[in-house]
């Protein structure tokens, strides 16, 4: 057994040095072959290395004579030292002796009547035709290349960027060959096409995306680095291809894409190159680049290639290049509309409602689903005066031509309008008011009464809905500019007023018929119509809002007084129309805008007459809503009454309101307990009071009451100061006396905790009132003994200012709320100063302005510059009044 054992194991080992054997000589044939090729490859290397080098000594030497200036170096020469150094070409390495070669060449081209110099006379042997035409493909891509990468803000850079444009506009068109003057005229056919196809490889390979790159590192920045020659050259070389390929869909298409998208580049082609502008319009490129984009699917893939932000820039470059071109716009106005519409729809697609981790700020469209890079945030401010062009005055007079050429009014007609607004004391019954605007209409304007006649179908009808459209898509799209906008819409006086025309005679009954029926179809024409309605209201409410009281009711400036009564009649049935209908319940989009553009409209006029009356007794209310009808809706919870108590409660008179009120509070008073039984009584809170320490005693024992405590029953006891009770009064008197006493002391100026105007001494919080410790509890106090003298009805004189109860009612946090307009109610002299600047004529440095304040600080008067202290020109000089006043508004 141990001798089998024993031959096993030399045998396992005799095996074993055998396969290490084998495996140590093929190692070594490995390594012999690796070797092998090891030192082929470095033999290889070394040989392209001096071959290299000795092409780029040759190129050295071939440039370092050709700059001694000996003699003219032939084109055949210049062909062959360029081969051998595209042969070994290395961007990094080679650049300087690639610009030596452009420049070389470029040199030869300048050549006076030496056909053997000039390069492109390589072009015309039949042995090297198609190597030079590879050749200087070859060469002008690389010229691309170095393009890509060039920043033509850095100096060293422009120059280069200058040298490869000018390779580039040499040999992509014949117009500067010398070889083509005289005799040689007759080969320019074959040089022309030789060009084409140089063109034609070009833009296989990414020409417009390269231009695209060196226009956006020259321009989208806030001052431009590309010089007047440059941009020229870019532009020529852009146009070229289009030019060429006589303006093919897929030419249009890249220049779109490619060159059309870069940030306000018509701008500055206007101020740096204002020639190429009138190529452009040689070309009549404006009207075929509506065209092509006016068929939705090409516009749709170009909008799609380009994306949010550039689809922006495009829009921006095509509105200024309409802003210049009168004729085709006027021509062209409905596919010019139609394009715009479709591409601020797509960009609609990329605005989002607010900000989140998948959003970045944009500074036109607000939150956006893209990144904003570098260059598009430079470039904003220009791109954002493109866009104005779209709400100036200019377009908007070509776009609305068929509106504002409408007749409003004859001079000797406004004469005869009153001037006088209508007042409480002078205001006709309802119908009587509409028959007297409706008589004046036939005289004076003939657009109050909605005569109807035009067809909603009619090319004239289309257009200005289309155009409507355009402008609310506009609105809803760029966010952050919405009342830049809104203010270039009501910039012209008249162009309100018209449209109101127009809308008054649409359809068979008039437009405001129409629109009430619009609502129940959910059609595009519908929609398109009611678009109308929307700009109209979002437009006229802007306009109202910035229109001062002297503006509206004595100069009557866009509307007549009786107009907007008409208007507001129309609005307040529009409104309860939808809520009533059930339409705003389930309102969603495009609905729920139009409610909220038509309600905005109607509330701004409410709150103008609410100020100042223009409308007639009982304007505003529904005489076909019955108070007991909207009663018994509200106790069975339905939806729509209490939208209408939340958004018109105008609608219902005022005492109905009230005892709708007080039934209000009775049922919760019941739900809550407060209410006596027969089974049981209410919890009662009793309050002890000292008539001489009245608000000290009132405050101290009443402002911890929980909110329910408060809304119950309150009993007073009044003692004297030596603690001995009042003889006895009804209980119920005692508080009612104890609640108007408080109210009286917390509302007396003295206090300083409330303050009155200077005119008819309304109430408003006093700016000095934080010198009481607790003041702010001391307001909260005066809220809640307030709310519980409304809870319970009991009557108290308390003349809020309504600037005052316009912030209670938080409307100052409306974007259409003007603290102007709430002036009068804190000083009508004030008020008075203010509009005087406003109209001021003459050189307004004769007022003196000091950006200075004057206040009223506990009886002393302080000074108050706004931003540090006043200039030293102005330190000695005494500021008037209203000239600090003024500023104090606007500051």
């Given amino acids: 057994m141990n001798m089998f054992s024993a031959s096993q194991s030399s045998k396992a080992q005799f095996l074993d040095k055998a396969r290490q054997a084998r495996e140590e000589r093929r190692e070594l044939k490995e390594r012999e072959r690796a070797a092998v090729l090891v030192q082929a490859l470095v033999r290889r290397f070394l040989c392209r290395c001096r071959l290299q080098r000795e092409i780029r000594s040759e190129v050295e030497d071939f440039f370092g004579a050709n700059e001694s200036g000996s003699s003219k170096r032939s084109a055949l020469s210049v062909f062959r030292i360029a081969r051998k150094l595209l042969f070994v070409f290395n961007h990094k390495e080679d650049k300087e002796r690639f610009e030596k070669l452009c420049r070389c060449i470029l040199n030869s081209m300048d050549a006076e009547n030496e056909p053997k110099v000039w390069y492109v006379s390589l072009a015309l042997s039949k042995d090297l035709t198609l190597l030079w035409i590879k050749q200087i493909k070859d060469i002008l891509w690389f010229c691309c290349e170095f393009l890509k990468q060039l920043k033509p803000d850095i100096l060293q850079d422009s120059r280069l960027v200058n040298l490869h444009l000018t390779m580039l506009v040499t040999f992509t068109d014949t117009s500067t060959w010398k070889i083509l003057r005289g005799k040689g005229e007759t080969l320019r056919p074959a040089m022309n096409h030789i060009c084409a196809n140089i063109m034609g490889h070009l833009n296989q390979k990414g020409f417009y995306s390269v231009l695209q790159i060196l226009l956006t590192n020259g321009l989208a920045r806030s001052r431009p680095s590309l010089s007047k020659g440059s941009l020229t050259a870019i532009f020529s070389l ?15 298409r890249s220049f779109l894409i490619h060159i059309m998208s870069v940030p306000a580049i018509m701008t500055h082609l206007a ?5 190429r502008l009138v190529v452009i319009e040689s070309h009549e490129l404006f009207r075929k680049f509506i065209l092509f984009l006016s068929r939705e699917a090409q516009c749709r893939d170009v909008c799609v290639c380009l994306e949010g932000s550039h689809t922006l820039c495009l829009l921006g470059n095509l509105v200024f290049l309409g802003s210049l071109n009168d004729k085709v716009l006027e021509e062209e106005t409905a596919h010019f509309v139609g394009v715009l519409i479709h591409m601020l729809s797509y960009c609609q697609k990329y605005v989002s409602q607010k900000k989140s981790n998948l959003t970045h700020w944009h500074p036109v469209l607000g939150w956006f689903s893209q990144t904003v890079d570098y260059g ?17 005055v200019h377009m908007i007079r070509i776009l609305f031509c068929d509106v504002l050429s409408k007749k409003l009014l004859e001079n000797q007609e406004i004469a ?19 028959k007297r605007a409706f008589q004046k209409s036939a005289s004076v304007r003939n657009i109050l009464k909605p005569v109807g006649g035009k067809r909603v179908d009619s090319a004239e009808v289309q257009k200005v809905c289309s155009i409507c459209v355009l402008y609310q898509t506009t609105l809803t799209t760029l966010t952050q500019i919405r009342l830049q906008i809104l203010t270039g819409l009501t910039y012209l006086d008249d162009l309100l007023p018209k449209l109101w025309a127009f809308i008054c005679e649409l359809g068979p009954q008039g437009g405001l018929k129409l629109f009430l029926e619009c609502l129940n179809n959910d059609t595009e024409e519908s929609k398109r119509l009611l678009a109308m309605l929307m700009l109209f209201c979002d437009c006229s409410r802007h306009l109202i809002t910035i229109l001062d009281d002297i503006e509206v009711y004595e100069e009557q400036i866009s509307f007549k007084l009786e107009e907007l009564v008409t208007i507001s009649s129309f609005l307040n049935s529009f409104v309860f129309k939808m809520i009533w209908d059930g339409i705003v319940e389930n309102a969603r989009g495009e609905t729920l805008e139009l409610f909220h553009s038509v309600h905005g409209w109607l509330m701004v006029l409410y709150e103008r007459d609410c100020r100042r009356r223009f409308a007639p007794e009982d304007h505003w209310l ?14 069975k919870d339905k939806k729509r009454a209490q939208l209408l108590l939340q958004y018109i409660p105008h609608v219902i008179p005022h005492k109905n309101r009230v005892l709708l009120f007080r039934n209000m509070v009775t049922k919760e008073k019941e739900k809550l307990g407060l209410v006596e039984t027969s089974s049981a009584s209410p919890h009662v809170t009793h309050i002890t009071i000292r008539r001489s320490r009245m608000l000290e005693d009132g405050y101290e024992q009443l402002r911890q009451l929980s909110q329910n405590a408060m809304k119950g029953v309150i009993r007073v006891k009044f003692v004297n100061d030596l603690g001995v009770d009042e003889a006895g009064i009804d209980q119920d008197g005692v508080f009612k006396e104890f609640l108007e006493e408080i109210i009286k002391k917390v509302f007396d100026p003295a206090l300083n905790l409330f303050k009155t105007t200077s005119g008819d001494e309304r109430l408003y919080p006093s700016p000095t009132s934080y010198i009481h410790e607790n003041y702010l509890q001391l307001f909260e106090f005066v809220g809640k003994m307030l709310g519980k003298a409304v809870y319970e009805g009991i009557v108290v004189d308390v003349p809020f200012a309504s600037f005052f109860l316009s912030q209670l009612l938080g409307h100052h946090h409306s974007v259409f709320y003007s603290s102007v307009d709430e002036l009068p109610s804190l000083d009508s002299e004030f008020y008075k100063n203010l509009t005087s600047i406003k109209r001021y004529d003459g050189d307004i440095s004769d007022l003196g302005l000091t950006l200075s304040y004057d206040e009223d600080v506990m009886g002393q008067d302080q000074l108050h510059p706004p931003h540090g202290s006043l200039p030293d020109a102005h330190a000695d000089q005494e500021p008037d009044s209203s000239t600090h006043q003024w500023l104090q508004v606007h500051h």
């Fill in 622 to 635: 529904r005489k076909d809503l019955k108070p007991s009808v909207l009663f018994q809706e509200l106790d």
């Fill in 376 to 392: 598009l945030n430079e470039s904003m401010p220009l791109l954002t005066k493109q866009l104005q062009h779209l709400w100036g």
């Fill in 416 to 434: 005869q309008l009153p001037t006088q607004p209508i007042s409480p004391q002078n205001s006709l019954p309802m119908k009587n008011l509409f």
């Fill in 271 to 275: 101020t740096l190159t204002p020639e």
């Fill in 238 to 252: 852009a146009l070229r291809p289009v030019v060429a390929a006589q303006f093919s869909d897929n030419l249009l």
